[in-house]
């Protein structure tokens, strides 16, 4: 006995606008890059305008992984018959790029510095400001406190101190709290300070 099939009828969806999802659905999305933005050219496929500015679009096609195989393949032909070998190796012409300045452009923003906007979370800051009003720079006297609920070691305490003090803008401000922007420190108190920071690992 066969089952029978039900259809269900289709509805014209008002709702929807067809031509809209179709657009959607068929963009890969808005170049944020600016450099490439600007290079960009929209007649263009993505391949051709990648290629015009000396980047790829797949990464192992540009930089193949050596196999052993073909590589022992062809010291076994160089040692047979060095001539043949040398004559059938294909000579690639690899074409300039004609829009370098954008490979250009993408490395300076590589390298040039970004703005640190790591931050250490508020209980770990109340934790650190706690320790160092309490001890100041006398990492194993932290390490005893009862409030150090995970047994942390005086090197991971310090490790955390670095970190925060790594960090102006929650370090600046606990140091505006305590007033110690303003305030000349002694030579002899930066002393102090530096050798608890350089705390040798062998103690």
Same mark, same amino acid.
């Given at each position: 006995m066969k089952i029978k099939k039900q259809h269900r009828k289709k509805k014209y969806l008002h709702k929807l606008n067809r031509k809209r999802m179709h657009l959607r659905q068929k963009s890969t999305g808005t170049v944020n890059c600016k450099a490439l933005k600007e290079a960009?050219? %929209? %007649? #263009?496929?993505?391949? #051709?305008? =990648? +290629?015009?500015?000396? =980047?790829? %679009?797949?990464?192992n096609k540009a930089i193949k992984i050596p196999s052993y195989k073909e590589e022992q393949l062809k010291i076994a032909k160089k040692i047979v018959d060095p001539d043949e070998s040398e004559s059938e190796e294909p000579k690639v012409v690899k074409s300039k790029p004609r829009k370098k300045a954008v490979v250009d452009k993408l490395? $300076? !923003?590589?390298?040039?510095p970004r703005e640190r906007r790591f931050k250490l979370p508020k209980g770990q800051v109340e934790f650190i400001t706690y320790l160092l009003d309490k001890y100041g720079h006398d990492y194993k006297a932290m390490a005893k406190d009862k409030k150090n609920y995970y047994q942390e070691t005086w /090197? $991971?305490? #310090?490790?955390?101190? /670095?970190?925060?003090?790594?960090?102006?803008? $929650?370090?600046? !401000?606990?140091? /505006?709290? +305590?007033? =110690?922007?303003?305030?000349?420190?002694?030579?002899?108190e930066l002393k102090e300070q530096a /050798?608890? =920071?350089?705390?040798?690992?062998s103690d």
């Open positions: 960009w050219n %929209n %007649n #263009r496929s993505t391949f #051709r305008n =990648l +290629r015009d500015m000396g =980047l790829v %679009n797949d990464p490395e $300076q !923003e590589a390298h040039a /090197k $991971q305490l #310090r490790a955390k101190i /670095k970190t925060f003090m790594g960090i102006p803008q $929650q370090y600046g !401000e606990y140091l /505006k709290a +305590r007033g =110690l922007l303003d305030k000349e420190e002694n030579e002899d /050798k608890a =920071l350089i705390m040798d690992d």
